[in-house]
C-alpha cells in the first residue's frame, strides 16, 4: 500500500543545516529547538533535566485522537534519528504544507521526545552520566531519562510508539550483500512472540514502511532481532499495549555520517504520520512485515584488501585483509580478519593483487621536521610508515594521517588485531601506505577513501 510522502526534493529543501556530523550533542539541536518554540503550531514542554542537568524536551503537535510518540538517542552515541526530528519540524512548520497538515493536526497528536540522553550525547557514549543504559532501564527505572520516558508514555498513553536508534554499520540484509540502511521491528512483549492487536497494528504500519523503503533505497532495510527484551522500552511499551515500531539507522555506502538514513528516516516519519491519520496502514497484510529480511550479523567491512601477498617462513600465499576503521579517528584502526574473505561485503574495497606486504619502518624523530607531501612521500618510499618521539617535532602540512607509535607497529607479515599502518609494494619499490586504515596512493599522492563507513 502506497502512501505519498516527503520526496527527496522537497527533503533536501528542509533540512536542517550544521547537523551533518557524526555525533550531535544538545548544544547543535539546541538553537533548532529555540527557533521552533516561537512556532504556535508547537507546544513545548520540559519534561525535566539529564542526571547532569541537561534539558530534556517534549513537542506536541496537532489535536487529534490518535495518538504518536516518537522519542530519538536514549542511546547518547546514536544521534541519527536526532537530526531527523529537526527535520521533520522543519518539514511541518513548512509554509507550503499547509494542505499537508491540515489532513492530520485534527486526527493525529503527535508529541516527539528529541535527545532522551544528552549527557550520553555529550560524551559520545551509549550510557547516560550514571554508566546505565537507559534502554535497559524500563523496568527497574533507575535513571532520571528513563522515569522521564516511562512517565511521558504513561501521561499520554499513546497508540503509536517510534523508537528511533542507530545500529552498528557491519549488518547486511538477509543473505544479500547490501548494508542495512534502516532497520525496522515491530518489539514482541513476551518470550512466545504472540501478535496482538497493537503488535499487528505496529507490523502493519512497518508494511507501508517497507513500502516506502522499496521506492527510495530498494534492498537496503532488515528486520532487526525480535528475541525479546524484558528490561527494553521497546518491549516493555508493546507489552502496555502501545503499537511500538524499533527504527534502525545504519551504514550505507559513502555516508561517513548516515546522511542517507537521516534522510529516511525523516520520509518514514513524514509517511508513519500519514498512515496513522488517514488509517492507510489497516490495508496491509502481515505478509509484508514477515517478508523482510532479517540482520545479518559483521557481513560488512569497513575496508577489504583483496589478494595481498604475504610470506611467512617461506610460505607464501594471496590473502584478504579485513579492516576496522576507527571512525573519525576515535581509535586506532585494526586488522579485523585475514584469508579468503570473499563471502564479505565492504565499505572500501582494493585490489592488491599485484602488491605484497611490506613493514614499516619507525623513523625516529630528533629534530623538528616539516611533513610536506613531498617529504611524506619521500620518507614512504624510503620505507617509513610511522615516527616515533616527540609529536610536537612534526608539523604536519598535509591532510594525511601521521602515525606515531613509540614501540614499533608491525610484524614482517600482517596479524589479526595489528593496527592498520604499513606499506604495500611491488618489486620496484613502495606503490601504497596504509596510514590507520587509510589507504594512500603514492603514484596520485591522494587518499582513496576518508576514514569513515
Known amino acids: 500500500m502506497t502512501v505519498n510522502t516527503l520526496s527527496v526534493e522537497q527533503y533536501q529543501q528542509i533540512k536542517q543545516s550544521g547537523l551533518d556530523k557524526p555525533q550531535l550533542t544538545y548544544n547543535d539541536i539546541a538553537p533548532v529547538l529555540k527557533q521552533h518554540q516561537q512556532n504556535p503550531l508547537f507546544k513545548f514542554t520540559q519534561l525535566g533535566q539529564s542526571a547532569l542537568g541537561t534539558p530534556i524536551w517534549q513537542i506536541d503537535i496537532g489535536t487529534g485522537p490518535i495518538k504518536l510518540l516518537a522519542w530519538s538517542?536514549?542511546?547518547?552515541?546514536?544521534?541519527?534519528?536526532?537530526?531527523?526530528?529537526?527535520?521533520?519540524?522543519?518539514?511541518?512548520?513548512?509554509?507550503?504544507?499547509?494542505?499537508?497538515?491540515d489532513t492530520w493536526l485534527n486526527e493525529v497528536s503527535l508529541r516527539l521526545v528529541p535527545m532522551v540522553n544528552p549527557d550520553g550525547a555529550a560524551a559520545h557514549t551509549r550510557f547516560n552520566s550514571m554508566g546505565i543504559d537507559i534502554n535497559r532501564d524500563a523496568k527497574a527505572l533507575q535513571t532520571p531519562e528513563g522515569q522521564l520516558l516511562m512517565q511521558v508514555a504513561k501521561d499520554f498513553k499513546p497508540d503509536f510508539g517510534l523508537n528511533l536508534h542507530d545500529q552498528n554499520r557491519f549488518y547486511a540484509v538477509g543473505d544479500s550483500n547490501k548494508q542495512t540502511t534502516i532497520s525496522v521491528l515491530a518489539p514482541a512483549f513476551n518470550d512466545a512472540k504472540d501478535i496482538d492487536a497493537p503488535r499487528k497494528k505496529a507490523m502493519q504500519l512497518i508494511g507501508d514502511m517497507a513500502d516506502l523503503m522499496a521506492q527510495q533505497l530498494p534492498g537496503y532495510?532488515?528486520?532487526?532481532?525480535?528475541?525479546?527484551?524484558?528490561?527494553?522500552?521497546?518491549?516493555?511499551?508493546?507489552?502496555?499495549?502501545?503499537?511500538?515500531?524499533?527504527?534502525?539507522?545504519?551504514?550505507?555506502?559513502?555516508?561517513?555520517?548516515?546522511?542517507?538514513?537521516?534522510?529516511?528516516?525523516?520520509?518514514?516519519?513524514?509517511?508513519?504520520?500519514?498512515?496513522?491519520?488517514?488509517?492507510?496502514?489497516?490495508?496491509?497484510?502481515?505478509?509484508?512485515?514477515?517478508?523482510?529480511?532479517?540482520?545479518?550479523?559483521?557481513?560488512?567491512?569497513?575496508?577489504?584488501?583483496?589478494?595481498?601477498?604475504?610470506?611467512?617462513?617461506?610460505?607464501?600465499?594471496?590473502?584478504?585483509?579485513?579492516?576496522?576503521?576507527?571512525?573519525?579517528?576515535?581509535?586506532?584502526?585494526?586488522?579485523?580478519?585475514?584469508?579468503?574473505?570473499?563471502?564479505?561485503?565492504?565499505?572500501?574495497?582494493?585490489?592488491?593483487?599485484?602488491?605484497?606486504?611490506?613493514t614499516g619502518k619507525t623513523y625516529a624523530l630528533t629534530k623538528k621536521l616539516k611533513l610536506d607531501k613531498t617529504t611524506y612521500l619521500q620518507l614512504l618510499r624510503d620505507g617509513y610508515s610511522h615516527f616515533s618521539g616527540d609529536t610536537k617535532l612534526i608539523e604536519n602540512q598535509t591532510d594525511w594521517p601521521v602515525v606515531f607509535s613509540n614501540k614499533g607497529l608491525n610484524s614482517a607479515y600482517p596479524m589479526r588485531y595489528q593496527q592498520a599502518t604499513f606499506l604495500l609494494a611491488t618489486a620496484e619499490g613502495v606503490e601504497f601506505a596504509l596510514l590507520n586504515g587509510q589507504l594512500l596512493a603514492l603514484t596520485q599522492a591522494r587518499l582513496l577513501y576518508a576514514n569513515g563507513s
Do not use: C
Open 73 to 101: 538517542q536514549m542511546h547518547g552515541d546514536e544521534s541519527t534519528a536526532t537530526a531527523a526530528l529537526m527535520d521533520l519540524l522543519n518539514f511541518i512548520s513548512a509554509a507550503e504544507q499547509k494542505k499537508w497538515r
Open 221 to 358: 532495510l532488515g528486520k532487526y532481532d525480535d528475541t525479546f527484551s524484558w528490561r527494553s522500552f521497546g518491549d516493555t511499551f508493546s507489552g502496555m499495549g502501545i503499537s511500538t515500531i524499533l527504527i534502525e539507522s545504519g551504514g550505507h555506502p559513502a555516508d561517513d555520517n548516515r546522511q542517507v538514513a537521516r534522510r529516511l528516516n525523516t520520509q518514514l516519519l513524514v509517511m508513519s504520520i500519514e498512515s496513522i491519520g488517514s488509517k492507510a496502514y489497516q490495508r496491509q497484510p502481515l505478509t509484508a512485515y514477515q517478508g523482510i529480511p532479517f540482520n545479518r550479523s559483521d557481513a560488512i567491512k569497513d575496508v577489504l584488501i583483496k589478494n595481498l601477498g604475504i610470506s611467512v617462513n617461506g610460505h607464501s600465499a594471496r590473502v584478504d585483509l579485513a579492516l576496522e576503521l576507527g571512525i573519525n579517528n576515535s581509535k586506532p584502526a585494526r586488522i579485523q580478519d585475514i584469508g579468503d574473505l570473499s563471502i564479505y561485503s565492504s565499505y572500501h574495497q582494493f585490489d592488491a593483487s599485484q602488491l605484497v606486504y611490506q
